[in-house]
């Protein structure tokens, strides 16, 4: 089955089957703003399934229902990341398991993350690493950690920012691949350019 996509889109993919996930964390949330976006992208109405629940429950019906149609080739879409994942670590290990399958992933408000492009999947790529490099940190210095929380605790006040840290990390080297705008990368990220340029600075 061939989808209909606004032309910005036919750079990354012409003939894939779009099918869209929504989810709102209560029953009293409304899902119209995610259709409504995964309409407009090119998804017909009965290939956008949905969940009411709270991302950290581990048990979504529609999620469930939604992987199960999937089939190689075809993209899921979402609205944003967190509509997906209940942390990184599992959004990271989703899009795996549907790369794995030749199941392709897009996100509609991060505009840079489509692993149906080479630069989408690069910047996917570097995510899996951070959160990598991130589980290693922890599992290497979980008494170093510990005592850093609890410092943080005594002096109260927002922890300080280092290089080493992943959005750090993956905002310098974002910047440096020159392949996307700054504009996009804070998107991307969720910080603002003077965020962004502190970053980059450390």
């Not at 089955?1 to 964390?25: F, I, N």
């Not at 949905?50 to 149609?69: V, Y």
């Amino acid at each position: 089955m061939v989808e209909t996509m606004p032309a910005k889109q036919t750079l990354c993919s012409l003939d894939q089957r779009l099918v869209g996930y929504a989810r709102v964390s209560t029953d009293d949330q409304d899902l119209s703003l995610q259709i409504d976006a995964l309409t407009k992208h090119g998804i017909p109405q009965p290939s956008i399934f949905m969940d009411k629940i709270s991302g950290a429950k581990t048990e979504r019906p529609g999620l469930t229902k939604c992987l199960e149609a999937l089939r190689h080739g075809d993209i899921l879409v979402v609205w944003r990341l967190d509509r997906l994942g209940r942390s990184m670590r599992h959004l990271i290990a989703l899009v795996e398991d549907l790369r794995n399958k030749g199941i392709g992933f897009r996100s509609l408000n991060e505009g840079a993350i489509d692993t149906t492009c080479a630069s989408g999947e690069l910047i996917f790529n570097i995510f899996s690493a951070l959160a990598q490099f991130e589980r290693r940190l922890i599992q290497e210095r979980p008494k170093a950690g510990l005592a850093a929380a609890r410092a943080r605790g005594r002096n109260g006040g927002r922890p300080k920012v280092t290089s080493e840290e992943a959005r750090v990390v993956l905002a310098k080297k974002l910047h440096a691949d020159k392949s996307l705008e700054i504009d996009d990368i804070c998107k991307t990220l969720r910080i603002s350019r003077s965020t962004f340029y502190r970053y980059v600075r450390l």
